[in-house]
């Protein structure tokens, strides 16, 4: 069964940094590609950005630039670091699997606001 478990969102002033992490559960993990998604409130869920087993990344046009997707296959751990945060980027974001089947976490709080 596969578990993953977002941490590290909360309240930040716009150009401010997180880091969010998502930590997962069983031996699939370096097989996978891990994708970070978020939903602001009244919009659907949106990419932001992926990495690959390779270490291949790909991101959102909006978080270009200000973002950095990376993994540790040693702690399980896939993380997205955010920089120059904006009020738009306020929304849940969710880390997925998509090894060795589709699943996602129950998601972790981001807002950016003054």
């Known amino acids: 069964q596969v578990q993953l478990v977002e941490s590290g969102g909360g309240l930040v002033q716009p150009g401010g940094s997180l880091r969010l992490s998502c930590r997962a559960s069983?031996?699939?993990?370096?097989?996978?590609?891990l994708a970070w998604h978020r939903q602001s409130p009244g919009k659907q869920r949106e990419f932001v950005a992926q990495i690959f087993k390779s270490g291949a990344t790909d991101y959102a046009d909006s978080v270009k630039g200000r973002c950095t997707i990376s993994r540790d296959n040693a702690k399980s751990t896939v993380y997205l670091q955010m920089n120059s945060l904006k009020p738009e980027d306020t929304a849940v974001y969710y880390c997925?699997?998509?090894?060795?089947?589709?699943?996602w976490g129950p998601g972790t709080h981001v807002t950016v606001s003054s």
């Open positions: 069983g031996s699939f993990f370096s097989r996978a590609t």
């Open positions: 997925s699997s998509n090894f060795p089947r589709d699943s």
